[in-house]
């Protein structure tokens, strides 16, 4: 499957720290007057956390870090987070400063600021994966930088039904661009790009990544839906199970983590049904994760709290 060194955690990791350098690279140079707010996907336009920047004048940045006065009741910060915010610096809210934490900075040290951010997003708000963010401006930034790909060189199109095409892929580099840019029509924006080349999509408590093997053959879609399994031998049967009476998707044991997967021929790529198997996945590993987990004794990716 071109997937067995893969690990969810190290990816997590991987993808937070490209993108505290990113996040440092656009705060160095932030104008003077220029604003950036980073916020994180809520419900209902709810009053979420977010971190806000400021550069005041140029070689001077303002951070502010949403508090308890702004944020909606599911979003209040408990005593031992508000102390983890003390902790990693911020100054809390006073009457005479402002109603959020405040932190101030030279331009010089945007380093220090990406990652006093990244903490207070992963360990304070809880936000899971950069993915879980939004930016009002400058949306590049949730993106890492693309891989570096050999001149374009068009492919030849095959007219598989009036509303697509199959495309041959010479490279794959060139199947991963078709990749993105399907992905982007799916969900309606950039998808996250990890350092591994992977494309990284958020559904529910759970994680769907698509990747393309370096032969170009085929994309796969694939998502980790229990984490921490006891009793391989009796989780071994179960996957069994769901796999005779599974039609499209693959249950299958890695180490500890139980994978569900689909792949899409790519010779030629077909876009109609590289989306079929983007959403069997997705809905498959979204519907299924908990009960799993729960029937194997391990935990899904993510906990989303209930409405």
């Not at 380093?111 to 899971?128: I, K, M, N, P, Q």
């Not at 170009?216 to 199970?241: M, P, Q, W, Y």
Request: proline residues 6%; aromatic residues 8%; charged residues 25%.
């Amino acid at each position: 499957m071109d997937i067995d060194d893969f690990d969810i955690d190290r990816s997590t990791d991987d993808a937070w720290d490209a993108f505290g350098v990113r996040l440092s690279e656009v705060l160095s140079m932030m104008d003077d007057g220029a604003e950036l707010t980073l916020g994180t996907l809520a419900p209902d336009d709810d009053a979420s956390p977010f971190i806000e920047y400021e550069c005041p004048a140029l070689g001077r940045l303002v951070a502010q870090a949403s508090s308890n006065a702004v944020l909606a009741d599911d979003y209040q910060l408990a005593a031992p987070q508000l102390a983890r915010m003390e902790e990693l610096g911020w100054i809390s809210p006073s009457a005479e400063s402002s109603e959020n934490f405040t932190s101030g900075w030279s331009q010089d040290q945007t380093d220090e600021l990406a990652g006093l951010s990244v903490a207070t997003l992963r360990d304070v708000f809880g936000v899971l994966h950069p993915v879980f963010l939004t930016a009002d401006q400058l949306a590049e930034l949730l993106q890492p930088p693309g891989p570096i790909e050999p001149p374009y060189r068009p492919s030849a199109p095959m007219v598989c039904g009036a509303d697509e095409q199959a495309v041959m892929p010479v490279d794959a580099a060139e199947l991963d661009r078709l990749v993105g840019t399907q992905l982007a029509r799916i969900y309606g924006q950039e998808p996250f790009h990890d350092s591994e080349g992977d494309y990284a999509i958020r559904v529910g408590s759970t994680m769907v990544f698509v990747r393309i093997p370096s032969d170009a053959k085929e994309v796969i879609a694939f998502s980790a839906v229990v984490h921490d399994v006891t009793g391989r031998s009796r989780a071994a049967e179960i996957l069994n199970d769901l796999n005779s009476e599974s039609r499209w998707v693959r249950f299958w044991l890695l180490r500890d983590k139980v994978f569900v997967s689909m792949s899409a021929l790519a010779r030629p790529f077909v876009p109609a049904h590289f989306h079929q198997v983007v959403h069997e996945v997705a809905s498959v590993a979204d519907s299924i994760d908990e009960h799993l987990a729960a029937t194997l004794r391990g935990r899904t990716t993510f906990s989303i709290p209930e409405d």
